[in-house]
Each structure stands twice: as structure tokens, then as C-alpha cells.
């Protein structure tokens, strides 16, 4: 067993741990990155936000083929499903991210360790496996990220009742899915088997989908989505599930009533936690909260010194951008470079379609917070560009302070969403007034107009509203 020194051990390479781990390398750190799985990239590159990207574009294409052309005056014959080959290529996608996650490494000349880390003390980690070995280092971040929540009365058995990890191969179209969770997950993974062919039924326990993003929003997000296809029972959760011959049996209750449903899956979306298992927190000291998080400081630093923590295993939104950025402050910290996390404006995105993207604190955060609030809105209906693309759906709102115009929040509902909001991520990084989005030239015609029309709304002055 082999006995090396590092400057800096990361455990985990999911977005968080990989970027810190190339950061501490061009900070001059000697580092090593410590990974469990087969491939590097986490939960984000394997089975999460990439293959689960790959699959709602595919089916978004499929979608358009089959059903969204003939406004354009396109007529398509027969279009037809090879789920292998949509499978196929998603898997290859997220082949060529991982590997060039591994060539990333090399270039900077990161050690790829293979295996699954412990600690055994603040400087020392233990690694089983192929690979095992001892490695110390002053410095051990840990970036072991999340792993999928279940409910205790269905348990994940990975065929019928499944996690988004299933629903990401499922090897043919269900006649009908059954979604616990109206979150990110659920609407994401929905969107693609309803595109594909499933009936889909979201039960969700709030009054309302996505129950973090603006209310507004939310109400409008659900409705193009029932426009779609997707049925939603709100307010309601499954009590009971079982395997029968038909499929499942589900017992949903709600609202003091309960109803019986069958279908061929229950995908269960409600929620990740934090993912420590077996790392030897507690024996070396470090603590963890209520919900299995571990607390840091400002320096990204847990109750033991030497030992820093990143990414969805602390508290915050589960975010690859967010462990992403948190990776990397963490390593410049430690190398004494002012760093930090601008909280306040990390961007929140759900890859329907319409897309729901929002940056900055929703209309009902801000009221509760006690701001005195001017808020512009404009609807996608009366962009130019949106009208050429005949994808109206949706709109902007642009949620400003009254006293001071300071942006407090931006929400966008439709097409290219996801892109659209990094101008409104920029601006709040910027600290920019609502009236210097109102002021900056847009390129005519895009769909970056609608943003422009709602800051100006904001001041009563949007001029094709
Ligand atoms: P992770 O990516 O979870 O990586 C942790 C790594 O640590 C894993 O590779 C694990 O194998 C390894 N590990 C754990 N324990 C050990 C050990 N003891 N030894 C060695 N290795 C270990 N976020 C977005 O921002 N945008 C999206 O579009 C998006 N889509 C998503 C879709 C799905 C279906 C899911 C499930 C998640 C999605 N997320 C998305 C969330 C995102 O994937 C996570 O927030 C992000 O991956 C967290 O990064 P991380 O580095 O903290 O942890
Ligand atoms: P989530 O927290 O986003 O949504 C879970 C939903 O399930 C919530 O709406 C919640 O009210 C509901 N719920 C909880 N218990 C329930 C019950 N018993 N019955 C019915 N509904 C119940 O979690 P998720 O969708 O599982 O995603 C996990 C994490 O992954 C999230 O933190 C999310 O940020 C991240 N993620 C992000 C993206 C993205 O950025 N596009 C995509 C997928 C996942």
C-alpha cells in the first residue's frame, strides 16, 4: 500500500471537487482528487444535469417533429421513436464530458485516485479499492455531493419505483409514470417521457410546483405543461404503493380524499440529501446538522481545522454552479487569494419548455423581507423574435426596490430561459440598476428585447406593452 503527500486531497469529483481540484493546480497545489465512481464529473456529468440535458433536447426535437413543425409550414411524414439510439447518444455525451474532465486532470497534472476515501484523521485519508493506499495532506476538502431521498413506504427497488438515476434509462416508454415531486427533477424527467409518449401524473405535497421559484411563475409554468400533457395533482402525496400484475398500485391522498392509481413506474423526486456515508466524519470529528449537511465557515472550513467542505454536502441550493463556485473559493481562500460566493445571485434554472429561470429573491420573499416593491412584467407575446420562433409562452418579470431601483429579482418564463438569464445574473453582479438594463442597446429582433420591456415596465414606460 502506497503512503503519499499532497497539498491539497479532495474527495469527490463532481463539479465541486473537479474545479477545485483544477483551481488548486493553478494556484500551484500539488493535488489529488479521490472518486468512488467509474467516471469523474458526480452526479452532474453521469446522472444528472448533462444526460438529463441530452435527453430533454432529444425529446424536445422529437416533440417538434412529431407535433410543432406544421405552424411553420413544415409537413413531416412519419416520424418515429428509436429510444436506443436517444439513449445511446446521450451516453456518449456524457462519455465525452467525463473524459475530458480525465484530460483536464492530466494537463494539470492532478492525480486521479480511484477508490472510496475515508478519513482517519484531519490529515490523512485512507483509500480502498484497487487503488488503496494512505494519502496525507494538510488540506482535505470534502465534495462528496448528494445521493436521491426516498419515502420510507416507497423504497427505491429500482424497476418500478426508481430515482432520477432509473428514469435516465429507462429501456422503453411507460404507458404511464407516476411522479412524487413537482420539483426540478420531476418536471424535468416528466417533460421527457410525456414528450416521448407516457401518460404523466405529478402528485406534488404544496400548493404549488417548484415551490421555490416565484408563485406567478409557478401557476404559469404548470399551465403550459397541462397544455402539454401532464396531469398535476397539487396538495397531495402517495400514501401507498405496490407491485401487482397491472403495474403499481398507488394510493395518492390529498385534501382529506384518496384515489387509486396504477402505473408502470413511480418516479420518486423529492429531494436529494447529503451524501457522507461511510467518510468517517463523525470518528475524526467533524459534525454534521439535522439534515446530514456539514456546517462550514465563510473560508469553507468544518469544525475541524484542516478539513473544508464544498457543494451540495453543505447547506444551500443543489446546484452544480453553486458547488462549482464554492470549489473554487474554497482552494483560493486557502491559497490566500480574496475569494467568495455571491449568494444573492446564483441563478435557478428548471429545463422545461418553457424554460423557468429566475436569479434573486421571488415577488413573495421580497414583500416578506419588508421591500417596498415596483414590478415590470412582459409577456413573450409581444417579442418579435418569439412570434418568428412561435414559441409565445411565458414572460418577464423584473422585481426592483422602489426607493433605490436596485434589481431584487428577475424571473423568466419561456423559450431559451436558461440562456436569457445570465444577462440578468450579470446585472446583479454588476449591482446594476433596473433603469441600466432599460437603457442598454439590445440587438433587435432577439428575445433579449422581452427583458429590456419589462425593466422599462418597471417604470411605467415598456413600449410595446
Ligand atoms: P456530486 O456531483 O454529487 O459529486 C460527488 C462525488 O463524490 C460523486 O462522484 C461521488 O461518487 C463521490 N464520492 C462520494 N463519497 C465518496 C468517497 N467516500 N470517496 C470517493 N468519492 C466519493 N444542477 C444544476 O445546476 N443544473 C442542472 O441542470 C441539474 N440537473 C440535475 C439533474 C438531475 C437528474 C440530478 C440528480 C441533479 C441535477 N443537478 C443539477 C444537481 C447537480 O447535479 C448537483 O448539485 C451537483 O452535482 C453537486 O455537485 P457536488 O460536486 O457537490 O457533488
Ligand atoms: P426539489 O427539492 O427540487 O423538489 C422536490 C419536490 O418534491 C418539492 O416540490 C417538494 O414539495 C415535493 N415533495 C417533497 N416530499 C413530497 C411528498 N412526500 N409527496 C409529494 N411531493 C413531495 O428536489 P428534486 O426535484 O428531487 O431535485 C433534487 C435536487 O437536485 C434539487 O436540489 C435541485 O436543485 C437539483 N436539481 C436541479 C436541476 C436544475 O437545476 N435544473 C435539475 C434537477 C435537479
Redesign the pocket.
Known sequence: MSNESYDLIVIGAGPGGYLAAIRAAQLGMHAACVEKGTALGGTCLNV??IP?KALLDSSERYHQAKAGLGAHGIVVGSVELDLAAMMARKDKVVEALTRGVASLFRKHKIDWIRGTARLTAADTVQVDGEAARVMRAPRVLVATG?A??S?PHLPFDGTHIIS?TEALCLPKVPARMLV???????L?MGSVWRRLGAEVLV????DH????MDGQMSVALQRALKKQGISFRLR???KHAEKTAAGVRVIVEGEGTENEETCDVVLV????RPYTEGLGLREVGVTTDAHGRIPVDERYATSVRGIFAIGDVISG???AHKAGEEGIAAVELMAGVPAGVNYAGIP????TWPELASVGLTEEEARRRGHELRVGSFSFLGNGRARCMNETDGSIKVIAAADTDAILGIHILGPHASELIAEAALAMQFEARVEDIARAVHAHPTLAEALKEAALDVAGRSLHR
Open positions: 444528472g444535469c438529463s448528494s436521491p431521498s419515502l432520477s412524487v415531486g413537482g420539483g426540478a427533477i420531476g424535468e402528485v406534488e405535497l404544496m410546483i417548484v415551490p421555490g397531495a402525496s402517495v423526486a423529492v429531494g436529494r441550493p443543489m446546484l435557478n434554472i428548471v429545463y
